[in-house]
């Protein structure tokens, strides 16, 4: 089946830094690409949506200009989390669905980045 | 209303169990519907997706309602394995939205 490859896998950075986590489709071409953001023992949040070439969608209280998104290839989608807080210490996890594949092709998420701002 | 619904639980049932699960969804317009399971500190991996008809995989049964704007999933005979935390997921524009999820934990 499709892969998503995600990367870091974790990284602990100190607060007022920048990290980049990068998630690229391992063997089909994802138009879109989605991140989200997950706190202990709740659901998964949409952050943005992602679109090759174009300006990424913003869920309502995500600051852009926090969280960079670029979307620069049809295999590579990069979230910069930029002066990162202790706040913004979470699990952040990508997604993307195969572009020729139909309404009932699921997503397929990368294996998550656990990001800890000390 | 919340887009989706779920019964956080958890369910703590044993061994051997039948278990299900409900989902309701307010956007009308879901285009698809799928089951994704979670385990602690992973991303969610596909359960299966949610045809009109309803499906069956093995011990899952997935069903759905579109006029009630309901998902249901069965899990018959539970396995240790089974334990993690189940999400409803419809689909729709370009979103998957993910409902809050339902832990459901399998005792021996």
């Known amino acids: 089946g499709a892969v998503v490859s995600q990367h870091p896998s974790w990284v602990i950075c100190k607060s007022g830094t920048s990290v980049k986590i990068e998630c690229r489709s391992l063997d089909f071409q994802a138009t879109t690409m989605f991140w989200y953001r997950q706190f202990p023992k709740q659901s998964l949040m949409l952050m943005a949506t992602?679109?090759?070439?174009?300006?990424?969608?913003?869920e309502q209280g995500v600051e852009k200009d926090k969280f960079l998104i670029n979307h620069a290839s049809l295999t590579l989608s990069t979230l910069t989390v930029t002066s990162a807080h202790p706040e913004d210490s979470s699990f952040y996890i990508c997604?993307?669905?195969?572009?020729?594949?139909?309404?009932?092709?699921?997503?397929?998420f990368g294996q998550g980045t656990r990001l800890t701002v000390v | 209303r919340k887009e989706v619904e779920q019964d956080p639980g958890p369910f703590n049932v044993p061994e051997g169990a039948t278990v299900a699960f409900n989902c309701t969804y307010s956007?009308?317009?879901?285009?698809?519907f799928f089951w994704y399971r979670q385990d602690c500190r992973k991303e969610p991996k596909l359960l299966m997706s949610v045809y009109s008809s309803g499906n069956e995989d093995g011990r899952f049964t997935a069903q759905l309602n579109r006029a009630s704007q309901y998902i249901s999933l069965l899990i018959r005979d539970s396995k240790l394995s089974d334990s993690a935390t189940y999400l409803c997921v419809p689909y729709y524009g370009q979103n998957f939205v993910f409902g809050p999820g339902t832990r459901l934990s399998v005792l021996p």
């Open positions: 992602s679109n090759e070439g174009s300006k990424a969608t913003y």
């Open positions: 956007n009308s317009a879901s285009q698809s």
């Open positions: 997604s993307a669905r195969d572009a020729e594949e139909g309404l009932n092709t699921e997503a397929f």
